[in-house]
């Protein structure tokens, strides 16, 4: 049983050292189209977590490449899904998401292989305006900015690991 144990853990770490490096950048944040926490907290701490969050979703999706290459993101707009509505929650400002709200995430890539040479670059405006309300619904609603991730993941899946595939 502890042998079990100790492949898992092993084929875990394995796992994450041949992900591709990543970097992330947010470029001129304070331009951002729409990054307003509303009245639920500060700016400054919603800040934080929106780019960590999307940080820890670039890192995640890109376990899904080779180890040898790496990826450089600089992020230069966000507009996130849905709106602030003014003097809603107990008279302070709370974001709602309708079926007409989809967020949008701008920005710039670079993938190098090992030797530093530029495989794939481009600046991507991912943005899904028929995104699954009802899966924010059930799921979204208990995980920070489950819409823009989910457009991050999708991009790899649909966009990145297919065209590292073909090299």
């Known amino acids: 049983m502890k042998i079990t144990y100790a492949l898992i853990i092993a084929a875990c770490f394995s796992l994450s050292a041949h992900a591709a490096n990543v970097s992330v950048d947010f470029v001129k944040k304070e331009q951002y189209k729409d990054i307003h926490a509303g009245g639920t907290q500060s700016q400054p701490r919603f800040e934080e977590k929106l780019f960590k969050t999307l940080e820890k979703s670039f890192a995640k999706n890109a376990e899904k490449l080779p180890g040898d290459l790496s990826l450089k993101i600089s992020v230069l707009d966000i507009d996130l899904a849905g709106a602030v509505a003014h ?11 309708s079926d007409k709200d989809f967020p949008r995430v701008l920005f710039y890539m670079i993938l190098e292989n090992k030797d530093g040479e530029i495989v794939f670059q481009g600046r991507q405006n991912l943005k ?14 208990q995980s920070d900015f489950f819409m823009e991730t989910g457009l991050i993941t999708k991009w790899f899946d649909t966009v990145l690991v297919p ?3 073909k090299l």
């Open 87 to 97: 003097g809603l929650g107990m008279g302070q400002d709370i974001r709602q998401i």
């Open 128 to 141: 899904e305006k028929r995104l699954r309300h009802g899966d924010f619904r059930m799921k979204g609603s």
């Open 163 to 165: 065209a590292v595939a």
